[in-house]
């Protein structure tokens, strides 16, 4: 399932499904004009989704819709959340967001204990074909929107909280997407405002609320990132739009504890650059899908396939602390399970029972060394 930014039959962009199997290709739903105040004229159906939908643990999708004609650079109202539900093909409207106190919906949501988190985004630094005609047009309306935020929303009572307003001194105008650390905080990037005014690397703790900038971008070491991060181990890896040696961009290492950044590789015109969005792919290369644990390190995961509990029988000979974390085939952290093994050996319970069937894997994870089992959930 995806969803398209132009296109369909009020050229607002459409939700389709592809069928791997059969290659047959169906456009689910198509976003519409909506009239009503002129800001807010299309905000009932959404309109111009730029960012990728997330399956929730509830079974339906759910997504942003931007409020921006990319082709005729115009705002139309500043987009929304939605979802969508694949059993009966239905679309619900969720949030309306509004330039004074959110901004406009670009990116991705993520899922985290069952709440949905996401961004909003403002005035682009880079890349001004996104929107920044339309937005130079309407500023003087909606200052806010220049910084953007970052918001939870809860699918089951619907409710919408703004958590985090970016700004200039901190970093503003975010359009990648969340990530959750393996430290359960939130981690992203702005593309602009920081220190040199050219994007910052932040963390944001779902549970204190509190914002951190970590790293401000700038110059030769790259700035104005546009995508997302990734994780790996102890660091996070990324891509700027722009800045570097060559002016097109960088590839980064960060580790966000110790605050160490390094620029791994420069981006140039011949080979590649200026990426906008999303992140790195992290590929094992061990055929069987399965990490090689050390030798004083064990996991067992049963039964085979689960149903509503799933059971990781844990020996750690070390007694180091493990985290524990469930990914789907496409790995993005499904669930971050608050219980976990303090040292020595374990044995603990986890609930899926919400988990939609199909193919899980459950890390545990140490300072040095993961262990990934496949998850079969019926």
């Known amino acids: 399932y995806g969803a398209a930014m132009g296109g369909g039959n009020w050229d607002a962009g459409v939700i389709y499904s592809y069928n791997t199997n059969t290659s047959v290709y169906k456009d ?53 959340i939605y979802s969508f539900n694949i059993n009966n093909n239905t679309y619900t409207n969720l949030h309306a967001f509004g330039g004074t106190k959110d901004g406009f919906g670009f990116g991705s949501m993520i899922e985290h204990n069952h709440i949905l988190y996401g961004m909003t985004s403002g005035k682009p630094q880079y890349a001004p074909q996104l929107m920044d005609v339309a937005f130079n047009q309407h500023a003087s309306n909606f200052p806010a929107v220049n910084s953007g935020n970052i918001f939870s929303f809860d699918p089951v009572s619907q409710t919408y909280n703004n958590l985090y307003n970016f700004d200039t001194v901190n970093g503003l105008a975010p359009y990648g997407s969340l990530i959750v650390g393996s430290d359960d905080k939130f981690y992203g990037m702005a593309s602009a405002g920081g220190a040199n005014s050219s994007g910052v690397i932040f963390s944001f703790d779902p549970i204190s609320k509190v914002y951190t900038n970590l790293h401000d971008f700038g110059g030769l070491f790259g700035a104005k990132p546009m995508g997302d991060l990734t994780q790996s181990g102890d660091y996070l890896f990324g891509t700027t739009s722009a800045g570097g040696g060559n002016g097109s961009g960088v590839i980064f290492r960060f580790n966000p504890v110790t605050r160490d950044y390094i620029e791994l590789y420069n981006l140039f015109d011949s080979t590649g650059s200026s990426p906008l969005g999303g992140g790195f792919a992290l590929v094992n290369t061990n055929p069987t899908g399965i990490l090689t644990p050390r030798a004083n390190q064990s996991m067992d995961v049963y039964p085979v396939p689960a149903h509503n509990y799933l059971t990781a029988d844990i020996e750690n000979a070390t007694g180091e602390p493990v985290l524990l974390k469930i990914t789907d085939i496409n790995g993005r952290v499904v669930w971050v399970p608050q219980t976990k093994p303090e040292n020595g050996n374990s044995k603990i319970q986890l609930d899926i029972s919400s988990f939609e069937s199909g193919l899980y894997f459950l890390q545990a994870c140490t300072s040095d060394n993961t262990i990934v089992k496949k998850i079969v959930k019926e």
């Open 28 to 80: 689910l739903y198509d976003f519409r004009i909506s009239y009503g105040d002129y800001y807010q004229r299309f905000v009932d159906s959404g309109y111009a989704p730029f960012g990728s939908l997330i399956l929730a643990s509830d079974g339906k999708l759910y997504g942003m819709a931007s409020g921006y004609n990319a082709y005729y650079q115009n705002i139309h109202g500043f987009g929304n």
